[in-house]
């Protein structure tokens, strides 16, 4: 017997969970419902707040996709001109009280950069491309239609004639973002209580595109951390290589210490860092965009997996079950990991199993957990964070993943442990491992870098860089 599912949200976590449902369950219609008119093309959108900054895909996200998609997902984003980079020597990076990461000749984690726009697109495209049984609308979606026990269907507005005003179905899945209002949805059929969590550190993120510029193609990811430890508002910035031959140019910072929407400005903000190499690189580069700002950053966590009472056959994924600061570039690949937990459930057990909402909703909370814990550590340590009171477990967090880190900069023991855990292709635990906690407890056994290792090759290009920008004709 045929069966329908709805799915809220047509970003990355909604086009991962109809994948999810389209390749398990064959026979199940599948209606992806999103307000927004989606773009034909890799375009920014509305409906991603944080669509013009920096993402990155981390390897357990890209992993937990190629379960998805007949073909995988590495090879299309990267045939779209996606850049894949190794975290262990492709990219620079200054850490906030240990120097800078030595850079290791270790194939281990790696990770996949673009544009937000363009991610979208390859999913959406493959996505429509193998699943006959999936179709995309626009809709707004005002409600749940059941009660505490079931959930079968939503109430909607703005939709076209095929779908009315309501859309029954045997399985809802809210994708819709971090502006879901779930809660009140599930308040509306008798669920309260939901344990929620917020944590905002007052991040603002401002960006800028530029041209890659000529003989800097393979200039290495250069990453300034923020400084969680010095009382001070975080600060930081990231030239990040993306499709088309370009550079997206990030600046980051807390409350009190946000980065400007002026170029003039934005430049400063970056050359006032603890470092000038990201200034010294895009100086003379070409701008091909203005200053984009945005300020959705908080951490968000609802515990609807501990809730007492959960109606089936409805699920909450993405941003709109936890939505995490967007500078530890986690949440995609939280997405993703909760859909393959739906892919391989489904197909164990299909979609009219008993409590499946609920063990998928389970699964899905490890891979937040870990995310989570990652990103509230370092947030609750900066001043006039709202809702950041550490509890004993941040600050244990905070501690370790500290003394990782500084044992990170010069042991590669250290640095894979890392690198895997905030990857997420393996939980916390991975930093307990023999090597990885010996190198922890021990420290760094090569000396602290305070400058970039850089290669020859690489120092060459940085030092003509700075030449051109100090030419009379550069301009910022």
């Known amino acids: 017997m045929s069966q329908k599912a709805v799915v809220i949200g047509a970003g990355i976590g909604g086009l991962l969970a109809a994948a999810a449902l389209s390749r398990a369950a064959p026979e199940t219609e599948v209606l992806v419902l999103d307000r927004d008119v989606l773009p034909d093309g890799p375009e920014d959108r509305r409906g991603v707040p944080q669509g013009r900054h920096a993402h990155l895909l981390m390897a357990g996200g890209w992993s937990a996709m190629e379960t998805l998609f007949e073909g995988g997902m590495r090879e299309r984003l990267l045939e779209a ?36 726009a363009l991610l979208d697109w390859v999913v959406r495209d493959a996505l429509l491309a193998q699943a006959t049984n999936v179709s995309i609308h626009r809709a707004t979606v005002e409600g749940l239609i059941g009660d505490a026990r079931r959930v079968r269907g939503v109430r909607v507005s703005g939709a076209d004639s095929v779908l009315g005003t309501q859309v029954e179905a045997d399985f809802v899945v809210d994708t819709s973002g971090r502006g879901s209002h779930n809660l009140r949805w599930l308040r509306d059929i008798g669920v309260g209580g939901v344990e929620e969590r917020k944590v905002d550190c007052g991040l603002t993120n401002a960006t800028r595109i530029y041209r890659t510029p000529a003989g800097a193609e393979s200039f290495p990811l250069t990453m300034l951390q923020a400084n969680p430890y010095n009382g001070r508002p975080g600060r930081s910035a990231m030239v990040l290589p993306i499709e088309g031959n370009r550079w997206m140019v990030s600046a980051g910072g807390t409350r009190g210490g946000e980065p400007p929407s002026d170029p003039q400005g934005f430049l400063k903000y970056i050359f006032d860092l603890p470092h000038p190499i990201v200034g010294r690189l895009i100086a003379g580069a070409e701008p091909l965009t203005d200053v984009a700002v945005s300020r959705s950053t908080s951490n968000v966590r609802r515990y609807f997996e501990k809730s007492p009472v959960w109606p089936e056959r409805l699920l909450v994924m993405g941003d709109a079950l936890a939505t995490f600061n967007p500078a530890y570039g986690q949440g995609m690949s939280v997405a993703a990991l909760g859909a393959r937990d739906l892919f391989r459930t489904l197909r164990e057990h299909g979609v009219s199993s008993p409590g499946l909402a609920r063990r998928v909703l389970q699964d899905a909370a490890r891979h937040v957990d870990t995310a989570w814990s990652t990103a509230v550590a370092m947030d609750v340590l900066y001043p006039d964070t709202k809702g950041g009171t550490p509890t004993l477990a941040d600050r244990l967090a905070t501690v370790f993943a500290r003394r990782l880190t500084q044992a990170a900069t010069g042991s590669l023991q250290a640095a894979a442990a890392l690198y895997d855990i905030t990857s997420l292709t393996a939980g916390p635990t991975r930093a307990l491992r023999p090597g990885a906690l010996l190198a922890t407890l021990n420290g760094s056994p090569l000396p602290r870098l305070t400058e970039p290792p850089l290669l020859p090759s690489e120092r060459r290009v940085l030092q003509r860089l700075t030449e051109a920008a100090a030419q009379p004709h550069a301009t910022p």
């Open 81 to 116: 001109g996606a850049r894949e980079i190794s975290l262990g020597s492709g990219m620079l990076a200054l850490t906030p009280d240990a120097g800078w990461f030595h850079r290791y000749r270790w194939n281990g984690s790696r990770m996949i950069t673009c544009t937000r």
